[in-house]
């Protein structure tokens, strides 16, 4: 496992959509051994299993939360690295993740399309009751106003047309 991560992170010319079933099959396999682990330790207690999973998505979300914030200006880069990011940009990344994650019968399906982003950050607004584009990287901000506004979060359903082979939309 830990040659695939080195594999990933040495070579930056693979396709997005193999970095990211790489990534998924990493966590999925160190996430499962840790709550296997556990299991076999004697701990089966499904809140400790609940808080492992959970840390690990939150620590994801922030990532994706930082990402989501990251200023223009190069200049201001450390600034805002230091800075802890908003919970409203955490909200959209775990909206985001949300309407990205497709459900099939056996795994799941990513549908991530500037509509997912979108749908994500508008559904944030409808939350906290205000506009939060302030909170967001003003390039996505404008990128995502140029693409047609889903009807809802979930809007995404007929988008998946195959989930056969890697998790992603066909």
């Known amino acids: ?10 070579d930056a010319s693979k396709d997005v959509k193999e970095i990211g079933q790489c ?18 330790a004697g701990d089966h207690n499904i809140s400790h299993h609940l808080y492992v999973a959970t840390t690990t998505a939150a620590a994801i979300l922030h990532i994706t939360a930082k990402i989501m914030t990251m200023p223009e200006d190069e200049s201001k880069a ?8 908003s919970r409203v940009a955490v909200l ?3 909206l985001l993740a949300t309407r990205c994650l497709v459900p ?11 509509i997912s ?3 994500a950050i508008e559904a944030a607004e409808k939350i906290t009751g205000e506009n939060n584009d ?9 990128m995502i106003k140029t693409v047609q506004a889903p009807a809802d979060l979930f809007d995404n359903s007929g988008a998946v047309k195959d989930m056969h ?4 939309v066909h």
Not at 105 to 113: H, L, N, Q, T, Y
């Open 117 to 119: 982003i979108r749908a």
């Open 23 to 40: 990534m998924v099959d990493i966590i999925e396999k160190v996430l499962g051994h840790t709550l296997h682990g556990m299991s076999q």
């Open 134 to 142: 302030h909170h967001y990287n003003p390039s996505m901000v404008k």
């Open 1 to 10: 496992m830990s040659e695939r991560l080195e594999t990933i992170v040495l």
């Open 165 to 168: 082979g890697d998790r992603t």
């Open 78 to 85: 450390n600034e805002w690295n230091e800075k802890a990011v």
């Open 104 to 114: 099939g019968e056996e795994s799941f399906c990513i549908d991530f399309s500037p």
């Open 92 to 94: 959209a990344a775990g």
